[in-house]
């Protein structure tokens, strides 16, 4: 199934953001459609030539220096970070700005985050779920997913948002708990713990290709697998599997004396999510349904 398009050329698609997933969604898409790809660094393309796209010169942060991308495809996939401060998205706001000045995209696939629900003491959830982001960096991308909702209504592009949980992968920088098992590094004793949500970094990116052809318009889906652990179990399981000693446990008063503010957060929010509108609408199937299968 392809997308409708011209009969004198391939569809086009913008990633914006292409780091490691982007460069998978490029395996997956550039020998079929048309690539272009944002980076803030000219070091980068060879990389993306590489890898099949045509690479753009431009910066979130440089509004004048993204007129270029106006009109360029009828398909955006954002994965673009917002800044590390504020409440706010300003990266997205610019992107945005420039998309407006000829003709908007066809459609507009957002790569957002779970952060963007807080704490929620466990439950287990589906997209009906209101938003109510603890921390800054959840703030930031609701407020991104508002401005790409607000941008919807005003020229018809069909906005999706997915909301994705822990990125891992074995082959993926940083994307496997190895690391931190041979750190040492401390996990919540299971009275304090959290529940976490995880999803392989090759399904994400068959995830972002999906949702270029099945997502529903002005839709949230939760990417992430079936997977259902405490972090500390996730740990364990992840201790099993490379034959390292399991991580020790702290209590939560313990680890407030012990971790940084950054790391403690995310110790700090529970919550298991619900994947159907992946696999229904999306028509994903997982490749690595649980965190088990992608960590070998």
Request: glycine share 6%.
């Amino acid at each position: 199934m392809s997308l409708p398009s011209s009969p004198l050329r391939r569809p086009r698609l913008l990633i914006v953001g292409c780091g490691d997933v982007g460069m998978r969604v490029l395996k997956l898409l550039a020998s079929r459609w048309q690539v272009f790809a944002l980076t803030s660094s000219a070091e980068r393309f060879a990389a993306l030539r590489d890898a099949g796209a045509l690479p753009l010169l431009g910066n979130l942060d440089e509004p004048a220096t993204l007129s270029r991308l106006a009109g360029l495809a009828e398909h955006v996939l954002h994965m673009a970070p917002p800044a590390s401060v504020g409440a706010t998205d300003e990266r997205s706001r610019h992107l945005l700005q420039a998309l407006a000045l000829r003709k908007a995209p066809r459609s507009l696939i957002y790569v957002s985050t779970t952060g963007v629900y807080g704490d929620c003491g466990g439950a287990r959830f589906d997209e009906t779920r209101a938003t109510a982001p603890a921390t800054e960096r959840g703030q930031r991308r609701v407020d991104a997913e508002q401005q790409l909702r607000l941008f919807a209504r005003r020229f018809g592009t069909r906005v999706s948002l997915l909301r994705v949980p822990g990125i891992y992968a074995p082959d993926r920088p940083g994307g496997h708990p190895r690391e931190r098992l041979l750190s040492g590094a401390p996990v919540l004793r299971r009275e304090d713990d959290v529940y976490t949500n995880h999803i392989h970094a090759d399904d994400l990116a068959r995830a972002c290709v999906a949702a270029l052809f099945h997502a529903l318009p002005q839709r949230a889906v939760h990417v992430c697998d079936d997977t259902e652990l405490l972090m500390g179990d996730y740990f364990d399981l992840a201790a099993e599997l490379c034959g390292l000693a399991r991580p020790p446990r702290l209590s939560r008063a313990e680890a407030a004396a012990q971790m940084s503010p950054v790391r403690l957060s995310f110790m700090s929010e529970s919550r298991r999510l619900a994947n159907v509108r992946l696999k229904r609408e999306l028509r994903l199937k997982l490749r690595y349904p649980t965190v088990r299968e992608g960590l070998v």
